[in-house]
């Protein structure tokens, strides 16, 4: 909003530029622009509270509660994995999910200009940047499997249904409850059966190679999906928020309905009651192992999204008073009841495919993309409208991995163009440009892992992306904001921001339980470490789970290497330089003047000069036409 204070215009950019009119001028009519919707207009802000809600959601809401959830679940007791996945909401899920979206709107910062609250620790932007950019550029490729899968259901009976089509082999097989098995018209009895759904996955979507080593040619129908995919998110963020803002009204709705048609589907198959009791049913045995408490602190943690620089940035537009509070605790809930619906609605369906093939519920349960491309296909195939199904089921994994997608990839770019912008604001009226230079970047990168060896790439790439540099990333974020601004003094802030005091659990938490909590993840990573292995079959070679770590490697770096460059360029003695490193610049703060008085920040120095009202008009308008 433009201010009038005494003669002193502040413009719409929060005040980049002040301007000194004279009263006559203002009796004249010179008066500045009344802003109508966005409350900081150079960066702008969501059109609406409910845009910034479902965008969260979008963000939070994923792939992984669709398929690693459930089988985390089934694996680690059943209902009785509830237990300590409850327990993690609480001890961490959620203190960090108010963390970040409070840290982000507070100072309506993306991920790395945010860290003026102590400069030294600026390595964490940057290495938050390096796990988004990761994950974006494999994220994008499981959607353009989605994309491929879509595609190949507009026909009258689906492609994975049968063996008998160009891609299968002798050791394709149709499994019946009637009879032991149906081979592809060879030979019974066949020692090393494979689905027709696993080899429509492996042998037509991925062709897919005998390892790592042998990476093969592109596969263009899967590089055109890809090709697609990137398209659909940078149109979803060619106007930045005010474009995601509306897209998100679809990503994040959609899939419930899509879930909900599932599960009515799902509950009326027969045989779908076993796959349900194989879900819920607990085991309190299994409480007694680590291992469960480790799955479920880790699902929980990686299911919200913390430490990944998003929650900043999606916060960061938001206005300043408004209610992330309520936010945090409404997205963390409905991200957590989603995992578990989801888990309905999978095993329902699940049941039913054990029912028909005459084996064990345990015998079809599979992981990951094996899960969503190859068992859960699988079942559609044997329903009927299986066409119906699959289309749905598709749009609906489509629809939850571009909302994660885009809320990413904005992450990236608006940490890129908060930094940019430093050297030339160009790079804020041109964002769109940005957007799109990286966009054709990710997507040639992206080209590797639709190779015929780029399955095992992606994999590697989930593993080590977004792994234990999360941990380190998110405990030492506590730390900062706890110990070295002070919890106090972050909860004062936030009583301006809020209009209200968090209370004592949430300091608890981010001083105490929180990092013990991701100690204690740290530690089993490494305690509980093995050799990679695809499918449990496939062993990775020792130089591929190098390149692995190299990317761990890649995000932590910055939090090494960020703080020594920092101290060098400063003056005085080293503790001198430590002193003045580890307190907020004069930078840290709200973004708006009225906002940093209201918090009692000081008003960030300005160039006055001298205006005539001719200029005063352009400049109001040139800042318009930026929003």
């Not at 859960?376 to 119906?388: F, G, H, K, Q, V």
């Not at 509980?528 to 292995?533: A, D, K, N």
Request: charge should be neutral; include cysteine; charged fraction near 15%.
């Amino acid at each position: 909003m433009t201010e009038t204070h005494g003669g002193v215009v502040a413009p719409p950019d929060g005040g980049k530029y002040m301007m000194q009119l004279n009263d006559s001028e203002l009796q004249n009519g010179i008066k500045p622009a009344q802003g109508k919707g966005d409350e900081n207009e150079a960066r702008g802000n969501w059109s609406g509270k409910l845009d910034f809600l479902l965008s969260c959601v979008s963000f939070a809401v994923g792939l992984g509660n669709v398929w690693r959830f459930p089988f985390l679940c089934f694996e680690n007791g059943g209902g009785a994995f509830l237990i300590p996945y409850i327990l993690m909401i609480f001890m961490a899920g959620l203190p960090l999910f108010f963390l970040e979206l409070s840290f982000g709107q507070f100072a309506s910062q993306g991920c790395l200009s945010i860290w003026a609250i102590s400069p030294i620790f600026k390595g964490l932007g940057f290495g938050m940047l390096i796990v988004c950019a990761l994950v974006t550029l494999y994220y994008n490729v499981i959607i353009a499997y989605a994309l491929f899968y879509f595609f190949a259901s507009f026909t009258s009976d689906v492609p994975w249904r049968t063996c008998g089509n160009e891609w299968n082999t002798d050791n394709c097989t149709i499994f019946d409850k009637d009879n032991n098995m149906t081979v592809n018209g060879t030979y019974e009895n066949n020692t090393h059966a494979v689905r027709p759904s696993q080899e429509f996955f492996n042998k037509y979507v991925l062709g897919m190679s005998d390892g790592m080593h042998i990476m093969g040619p592109v596969k263009w129908d899967l590089a055109l999906c890809l090709l697609l995919a990137w398209v659909l998110v940078f149109l979803s963020l060619v106007k930045g928020i005010k474009t995601s803002g509306k897209v998100v009204y679809v990503t994040s709705i959609f899939p419930y309905f899509v879930l909900l048609c599932l599960l009515i589907r799902g509950v009326t198959l027969e045989g779908a009651i076993d796959g349900i009791i194989y879900y819920i049913k607990p085991d309190l045995e299994r409480l007694k192992h680590a291992k469960v408490w480790q799955d479920a602190a880790v699902q929980i943690f990686y299911s919200l999204g913390t430490a990944f620089g998003s929650l900043h940035t999606l916060a960061s537009y938001n206005k300043f008073h408004n209610n992330c509070y309520r936010d945090a605790i409404i997205v963390t809930f409905i991200n957590c009841g989603t995992s578990v619906f989801a888990g309905f609605v999978i095993f329902s369906v699940i049941g039913f495919m054990a029912n028909d093939a005459g084996v064990s519920v345990e015998k079809v349960v599979a992981s990951g993309p094996g899960l969503a491309f190859i068992a859960y296909p699988e079942a559609i195939a044997r329903m009927p409208l299986s066409t119906l199904w699959a289309l749905l089921f598709f749009i609906m994994i489509l629809m939850l991995g571009i909302g994660s997608e885009f809320c990413m990839f904005e992450t990236v770019i608006t940490g890129m163009v908060d930094e940019l912008e430093k050297f030339n604001t160009v790079f804020r009226k041109k964002k769109w440009l940005v957007t799109l230079a990286m966009a054709v970047v990710m997507y040639l990168l992206g080209l590797t892992m639709v190779t015929s060896g780029g399955i095992y790439l992606l994999t590697i790439m989930n593993a080590f992306s977004a792994g234990l540099s999360v941990l380190i990333i998110a405990m030492l974020e506590c730390f900062v904001i706890a110990y070295v601004y002070g919890a106090d003094r972050f909860l004062d802030d936030l009583n301006v921001m809020l209009g209200f005091r968090p209370g004592f659990y949430w300091k608890a938490c981010w001083k105490l339980v929180s990092p013990a909590f991701l100690t204690f993840i740290i530690i089993f990573t490494f305690v509980g470490y093995s050799r990679m292995t695809y499918n449990k079959v496939y062993l990775y070679p020792v130089w591929a789970e190098c390149l692995g770590w190299l990317m761990t490697l890649a995000s932590i770096l910055p939090i090494v290497v960020y703080p020594i460059y920092y101290l060098l360029k400063q003056e005085g003695t080293f503790m001198e330089r430590l002193r003045k490193s580890l307190r907020p610049t004069k930078e840290w703060g709200p973004a708006l003047d009225s906002h940093r008085k209201e918090a009692g920040f000081p008003v960030l120095p300005e160039d006055n000069h001298a205006a005539n009202p001719d200029e005063v008009r352009k400049l109001y308008k040139e800042a318009e036409s930026n929003v």
